[in-house]
Every structure is written in structure tokens, then in C-alpha cells.
């Protein structure tokens, strides 16, 4: 093995902000050369954040982008640098530009790599910006052959639907040019179980091809996608080195001579979502220009587990919960709303609704001349609701945090304009079991929540002695249907045989397809399951479509 020192530099860049961006690359180059390393990388698109989406059809971002390029490659001395950064296509044809990685020493560029697999599926549409790698090459870097790859490069066994995406391998293409280390810069998204599955398979790689790979990944979120870092060192046997730690910031001197150590690999599901929504929240409350958040407080879970990965991320002091209790309130979610603000220690109010409900109510009986109690009034209360917690949104300069769950998402059990409002929904990607889940793992250090708030049934509390399962089946059945036809696209027959009632599976999914109109209006989530709501899963509002038609 060559005996190389690396500095990982897990940078968190921010979309679009360039020079604060080049400020976090110059930095990890003087921490890696001073530390002596001979070979500094950050991750894919570090100079312009990843997924810059379409900023890249401005040019003048583009310029800016490659005047930052040519400054980061000028300053380097005997360190060489890898980062990532867009160029422009040289070519008479394809698309104008590419995702490339710029390998710099002494003063000036020795290879742009560009990025030949760019993936266009989930979250991912590369090839509407860039065009494809012609070729790979290789660099000689301190006497040793370096093959420089990025991201999805190393993902060319990549199936969808049974069949592989990708004709090019470029591991293989640089093997055959005599390349001793791979290298590879990303930007690779998270979700529940993809770190175990990138470890496995660049430890896979290394051992087919008999050599020791670097992977340096992004930290951070940026929108709706969550970066969870997790760089890695890999020997030729496919033995770990070095792992960086998930979720944070990190920039660390590893040797490829270095000795095995144990991967950081396993972490629970629920610690695993857990710190990924505080590293997500913290990321799209700062990097969209807030400081604060409000949150209104049911008493039930959802708003619970809401509040206390707020206060994580962001600290008690940036969190103010208000409870807003109807006639239909039980006294023991209040009490829970409150003594969940006071563990928490943040601020709390409570805005009684009844006198607001009851105006609305006489002016329903004006409007349609007779008095009736259904979901208009049910509905109403939520949007009540809603506009206090914008009306303290506007005048405090807090965003407002809507808290339902992707179960209600999923079968349009959330209100319009109602508790779908705000700006970010932060557990819009978490079943109604998972959320359980999450809020036992914020409990770790004592009860924060409330137990009384992770026991008592779910409710809504909008009409009298109002439980969820009044209109939906247990959580555990309508998760596992939901898992099975979002993230597995599993049709009415597949979904039955695993063991769940036929009529039931149909209401459900139909319940799915028609809520797509409330989807597309409600706050971007943070995305930690195989396929969240929003660019990952891109279903028309206005169709037709049945996989079972009505009988």
C-alpha cells in the first residue's frame, strides 16, 4: 500500500455562497498542510454547494464559481488539493457544463476530472445540467499513480428496478491505467441504512481491485437533503482505516499505512434520525437567514418531538411553543404542552381559540343558513391555529415549524392552510412509528417529553372524544402498507399478500393518490427514508391513475 497522508477535509458548504464557501476550502488546505499532509480533499461541488439546481443556468455564477476555482488552484504550494467545483464543456456538443474535480499543486491545475455516472433518479437530476466524462485519467501525485473519481463514480452497480443504470465502470477504466489509490470527493445524500450500504460497497471495491480508497463526503443540509459526512478510509483488503464522525464537521490527517480500526458504522435507527434532523434543522433555519422558530404545542407527539429536536439544534432560547386550546381540548394535553415548554425550558403561551371558533361558527350559521357540525368546523379550528402561529411568525421574525408526520402526509390527514403551515416540516419524512421511536431516543437523558404524551392515544382533538384511529387504522398497519407502496412501489396484490386486509390496502392507497394536491402545497421535509414527498417523488396531482380501478 502507498504510504500517503490525507487530509479529509468533511466540509459543510453552503448553496451559493462561494466565497464563504472558498473560506472553508483555504481552511482545510493551511489545517491539512500545516498537519502534513501531502494530499488535501473536500468533497464534490465544495465551491459551490451541492445541489446548486439551477443556479448553474447563470452564467455570472458560473464565472464566479471558475474565478474561485483559479484562486483556491493558485494558492496551493507542495500539498496538493482536490475539490470539486463546475467547469464548462470545452466540447462543440453535449450539455455546457460539468461536475468536475480539480486536482491542484504548486500554483495550477494538474487534471480537472469531470464526473462521468451522473445520476437522474430519486432526489438526483445531474444530466439536465452536465455532461458526462469522455474519459478518466489518471494523476501522479508524490510518485504515486491517483485515480480521482466523484461521487456516483464509485456507484456503478447501481440498480433500479432490477436492471443496472450505468454501461461505464470508471473503477475498472482506471485500474486498467495502472492507478494505485482511488480517490473519490461527494456530495452523497443521507438515509436510514446508506451508510452501512457505502461501506460495504467501497469495501467491496477495494478488495475486488486490490487497492486503498478515500472517500471525503459532504456534512450538512442543504433544502430538503441531509449530508450525514461519514468519510472513509479503506485499505486494499478492504479493512477501515479511518471513519470520519456522521453528522459534523470534521477535517482529519489519515495515513493509507494507517492500521484497521473498528467502522462506525452501526448507529440505531432512531439516534440515527434523530441527529440527522438536528444537523438538517440547524442547517435550513441558519443557512435560510432565521435564528427562531415557533411551534404550536398539541400536547400530543408529533409537536412534542418537534419542540425537542428544535431546542437541540438550535437552543431553548430560539424556541417559543404556543398551545392553543379549543372547547374539544382535553385538559391533560394542555397540561402536557406545558410541562413539555417547561423541560424544554423555553418560552411558552397559551392562546385559548373558543372565543375565535365561536365567531367562526356564527358566521357559518349566516353563510349556509343552517347549523351542523362537520370537518369544516374540525378544519377550521387548524387554521385558527395556523394563523396565530404565523401572525407571531410575522412579528417576531420566527419561522414556524408545522409538525405533521408522513403518515397524515401520506393519506391527507392534515389540514390545508391549517397545520400544514410553516416553513419547514420537520418530520414530514418520519412514520407515525418512527416518531415514537425518535421521541424515546430524545429521552435519553431523562423525560423530556412528557410520558403521558408518548402513551396516551393519538388525537387531533377537533370534535369530542376524537381518537386518530377513528378514521385511519392503527399505525403500525398503515405504516407498513404506506412503506411498502412509497418506498417500495408494491401494488395492491404484493401489498395483501404480506398479510394485510385487501379492502383495507385499497382505501389506503387511495386515500394516497388523492391527497397529491396537499403534498404539493405543504412545507419542504427533510428527507432521511429511501424516498421522502417532494423531488424525490415526483407524482402528477391531476391523474387518473388506479393500480387497482373500481369494480
Known sequence: MPDMKIYLGQLNPTVGALEANAELIRRAYSEGARAGAEIVMVPELAVTGYPPRDLLDRS?????NLAIRDSLAAMTGETALIFGCVTRNSEPHGKRLRNSAVIAQRGRVLLEQ??????????????????????????????????????????????IGGSRLYRNNPVDQLAG????????????????????????????????????????NQVGGNDELLFDGSSIVIDASGRTIYCA??????????????????SVLLLAEDEEIGRGLILGL?????????????????????????????????GEGHVTGIAMPSRFSSQGSVDDARLLAENLGIEFRLIPIDSIYSAYEASFDQLFGTRRFD??????????????????????GAMVLSTGNKSEMAVGYCTLYGDMAGGLSLLGDLYKTTVYKVAQWLNRKGAVIPPSTITKPPSAELRPNQTDQDSLPPYDILDGILR?????????????????????????LRMVDTSEFKRRQAAPTIKVSTTAFGSGRQMPIAQRWRSEQPR
Open 60 to 64: 455570472a455564477f458560473v464565472d464566479a
Open 114 to 159: 469531470h464526473k462521468t455516472l451522473l445520476p437522474t433518479y430519486d432526489v438526483f437530476d445531474e444530466l439536465r445540467y452536465f455532461e458526462p466524462a469522455a474519459a478518466v485519467h489518471t494523476v501522479q501525485l508524490f510518485g504515486q499513480t491517483a485515480g480521482v473519481l466523484i461521487c456516483e463514480d464509485f456507484w456503478f452497480q447501481e440498480e
Open 177 to 216: 491505467k495502472g492507478c494505485q489509490m482511488l480517490l473519490n470527493i461527494s456530495a452523497s445524500p443521507f438515509n436510514v441504512g446508506k451508510r452501512r450500504t457505502r461501506y460495504e460497497l467501497f469495501s467491496e471495491i477495494a478488495r475486488r481491485y486490490r487497492l486503498p480508497l478515500v472517500y471525503c
Open 245 to 262: 464522525r456522521p453528522f459534523e464537521s470534521d477535517g482529519t490527517l489519515v495515513s493509507l499505512s494507517g492500521s484497521p480500526c473498528d
Open 282 to 314: 440547524r442547517d435550513y433555519i441558519g443557512k435560510c437567514g432565521f435564528t427562531d422558530v415557533v411551534i404550536g404545542l398539541s400536547g400530543g407527539i408529533d409537536s412534542a418531538v418537534t419542540a425537542a429536536i428544535a431546542v437541540e439544534a438550535l
Open 375 to 396: 370537518v369544516t368546523n374540525e378544519n377550521v379550528q387548524a387554521r385558527i391555529r395556523g394563523n396565530i402561529l404565523m401572525a407571531w411568525s410575522n412579528r417576531t
Open 484 to 508: 411498502l407502496y412509497i418506498e417500495e412501489w408494491k401494488e395492491v396484490d404484493e401489498i395483501a399478500a404480506a398479510g394485510y386486509d385487501r379492502e383495507l390496502v385499497k382505501r389506503v
